[in-house]
């Protein structure tokens, strides 16, 4: 197993996420807990120490199961990371209420790290807002022990980040963001990196197969890796892409059976970051992947002449995020903080806006498409 420095400790490269644990019957809530435990046994046993839930994982069982499941180890032999669940603004009154229950339901005295969960545009106020009392709250926990390293995971944009940064920015010990070399460009992933890398901050990686999407490529694509590395699996080129970004401490893989437990650890025996030759192939298989996207450029020609004024790039960009994952929660968590008069349903086609695109996009058929696929 490969291991990184953080501060005094060393956490496994490879660390197991418990969003995707294996369930009964196809039901989130019903997590099959014999073989959860089985995986953590086997994480344990080869090497993996660093362990990632969330309150609402698995319909709040996630951290139940895991809590049961890491019982039986020494303490100090696994690091626990959870979340506070900022991702629903009801829950911003009841930090304490919610800090003291999740300790219950891991079953431990302290979290080794503990996160603002999902910072993104719908969120940024509520968690800015001192009324909560949200950081201070936890900041005190992390003085008292009961939180050993505070950071937070953002899906939202650069500028979201930028704007957490730059208040909370001195107290942040790591980042988590979704990272792989398809976001690099799509989510502008890389510019992200760039603005951890300037605070000093490391980065925890969460989606790096993006959910399954890189485990498995066209054959003609799989065929230009093979070329490259003949003994190197699909799977294996977003964990390789990830050892090569700097910053990159822990890469969370959401496991949800033994079979990809044992290939990804297979994997993380050894730290082969790619070559610039290997990287450029990567990124133009991803540059493919992306080739029905819109093809945007951000020049906001379109806005100008919106009768609307609506932030038609940013909306573009959403809508082609939510194609391409085939739905999700992104855009329409994203648009949670946009006013109605400015979504996507604002749109009255009157393509004034086509009229002064460079690239020639049909704005006015993508924004009614997108309300069909948000279900509005």
């Known amino acids: 197993m490969i291991y990184r420095d953080f501060q005094e400790l060393k956490l496994s490269m490879l660390g197991?996420?418990?969003?995707?644990?294996?369930?009964?019957?196809?039901?989130?809530?019903?997590?099959?807990?014999?073989?959860?435990?089985?995986?953590?046994?086997?994480?344990?046993?080869?090497?993996?120490?660093?362990?990632?839930?969330?309150?609402?994982?698995?319909?709040?069982?996630?951290?139940?199961?895991?809590?049961?499941?890491?019982?039986?180890?020494?303490?100090?032999?696994?690091?626990?990371?959870?979340?506070?669940?900022?991702?629903?603004?009801?829950?911003?009154?009841?930090?304490?209420?919610?800090?003291?229950?999740?300790?219950?339901?891991?079953?431990?005295?302290?979290?080794?790290?503990?996160?603002?969960?999902?910072?993104?545009?719908?969120?940024?106020?509520?968690?800015?807002?001192?009324?909560?009392?949200?950081?201070?709250?936890?900041?005190?926990?992390?003085?008292?022990?009961?939180?050993?390293?505070?950071?937070?995971?953002?899906?939202?944009?650069?500028?979201?980040?930028?704007?957490?940064?730059?208040?909370?920015?001195d107290s942040m010990e790591f980042c988590q963001i979704q990272l792989n070399y398809l976001d690099w460009s799509f989510q502008d992933a890389k510019a992200k990196v760039e603005l951890l890398n300037s605070y000093h901050i490391p980065i925890w990686v969460m989606e790096p197969l993006r959910g399954g999407r890189l485990a498995h490529l066209p054959e003609a694509d799989a065929q230009k890796l093979q070329a490259l590395r003949p003994e190197e699996k699909v799977p294996a080129w977003a964990f390789r892409f990830l050892q090569t970004v700097p910053g990159v401490t822990v890469i969370l893989s959401g496991m949800s059976d033994g079979k990809q437990l044992q290939e990804n650890i297979q994997t993380f025996e050894t730290d082969k970051p790619l070559e610039q030759a290997e990287m450029d192939t990567l990124l133009s298989i991803a540059d493919g992947m992306l080739s029905d996207s819109l093809p945007c450029t951000a020049c906001r020609y379109c806005t100008s002449h919106c009768p609307k004024g609506l932030d038609i790039p940013s909306l573009i960009e959403l809508y082609n995020e939510h194609s391409f994952t085939g739905g999700g929660f992104l855009a329409p968590m994203a648009?949670?903080?946009?006013?109605?008069?400015?979504?996507?349903?604002?749109?009255?086609?009157?393509?004034?806006?086509?009229?002064?695109?460079?690239?020639?996009?049909?704005?006015?058929?993508?924004?009614a498409d997108f309300c069909v696929k948000l279900g509005g």
């Open 16 to 169: 197991m996420g418990a969003m995707r644990l294996p369930v009964i019957d196809g039901d989130d809530a019903k997590i099959d807990e014999d073989a959860a435990k089985e995986m953590v046994a086997c994480a344990m046993k080869q090497g993996i120490n660093y362990y990632d839930t969330a309150w609402g994982y698995h319909g709040g069982n996630s951290e139940l199961v895991m809590g049961k499941a890491l019982s039986g180890y020494p303490r100090e032999s696994f690091y626990l990371a959870t979340k506070f669940p900022g991702y629903d603004l009801s829950n911003m009154p009841k930090v304490k209420e919610i800090f003291e229950k999740q300790l219950e339901k891991c079953q431990v005295e302290y979290f080794d790290f503990y996160l603002f969960h999902n910072v993104c545009e719908m969120n940024i106020d509520a968690y800015l807002d001192e009324q909560y009392g949200i950081f201070d709250y936890l900041m005190e926990q992390k003085k008292n022990g009961r939180i050993k390293h505070f950071g937070f995971s953002a899906h939202g944009s650069y500028d979201v980040m930028k704007r957490f940064l730059d208040a909370y920015g």
């Open 335 to 367: 648009l949670m903080a946009v006013p109605k008069e400015k979504q996507p349903s604002a749109c009255v086609g009157c393509r004034s806006c086509e009229a002064v695109c460079p690239q020639q996009i049909k704005i006015s058929e993508a924004m």
